[in-house]
């Protein structure tokens, strides 16, 4: 089987890399995604990878703090996950680039368009740090910017359930599952996949999204093959 996809922007949140214990890192968990990760490098698809940061942050529930300050802190955050990432993947023989939107030399490269299409076109996997470098912008707004900078086919929204549902399906047993929805039907009907500066950026640049289920992490692999995983969004 070929690949579908060959430039993916896969977004991780960062609860996902916890596991179990619900905060932290857990190199149980981030182990199988990795491996999944590289089997798509090795099938030849050019892998780039925004990380949340909430395992680590939650500025949205930061209390009284200001928000700009918050949300450099779970800026902070993201990057110790892009780093954590990035060392499992090394010791898998995978080539990585960490690369962040704020400047910290010491620690990663500085976030430029040009030379991250130079690590995709030989073949090494590009993790963005630090969202988009501005407050007031999600993970998932970074992602969909990031795609539409690096020319990704789609983004891979991995998650905690296996995709869009018209309501809360840990909440309620009749929830119904998509298999198929359009970014317009997001937001008309305010469908909890992502955050609306998100789905306008994607549906403004015709860029499809796929929402799945992390708790296999091969799916990740499945995804960029075409195989049916999730709920596929596309922008009509």
């Keep these: 089987m070929g690949i579908k996809y060959k430039r993916v922007l896969l977004k991780l949140s960062g609860e996902a890399l916890a596991g179990d214990k619900k905060s932290g890192l857990d190199y149980n968990t981030i182990t199988p995604i990795c491996e999944s990760i590289k089997k798509c490098v090795e099938a030849g698809v050019q892998m780039g990878i925004v990380v949340g940061g909430g395992n680590f942050w939650r500025g949205r529930s930061s209390g009284a703090m200001d928000r700009t300050r918050?949300?450099?802190?779970?800026?902070?955050?993201?990057?110790?996950n892009a780093l954590a990432v990035a060392d499992v993947l090394e010791s898998m023989g995978v080539v990585v680039r960490v690369q962040t939107a704020i400047s910290m030399p010491q620690v990663a490269e500085p976030y430029i368009r040009n030379r991250a299409m130079r690590h995709f076109e030989k073949g090494r996997v590009v993790i963005f740090g630090c969202g988009t470098g501005n407050p007031f912008f999600?993970?998932?707004?970074?992602s969909t910017l990031r795609a539409a900078e690096i020319e990704a086919d789609i983004v891979l929204k991995a998650t905690m359930v296996d995709g869009v549902y018209d309501k809360d399906p840990n909440k309620y047993p009749d929830a119904v599952k998509f298999d198929r929805l359009t970014f317009s039907d997001i937001l008309v009907k305010n469908l909890q996949v992502m955050d609306s500066t998100a789905a306008s950026m994607c549906k403004d640049n015709n860029l499809p999204?796929?929402?799945?289920d992390l708790s296999e992490p091969d799916n990740i692999y499945k995804a960029c093959m075409g195989e049916n995983v999730g709920t596929l969004v596309e922008p009509a």
């Excluded at 999600?138 to 970074?142: G, I, K, N, Y």
């Excluded at 999204?209 to 799945?212: A, G, L, M, S, Y």
């Design 138 to 142: 999600s993970t998932d707004t970074a």
């Design 209 to 212: 999204i796929i929402v799945f």
């Design 70 to 80: 918050a949300d450099h802190i779970g800026m902070l955050a993201t990057t110790m």
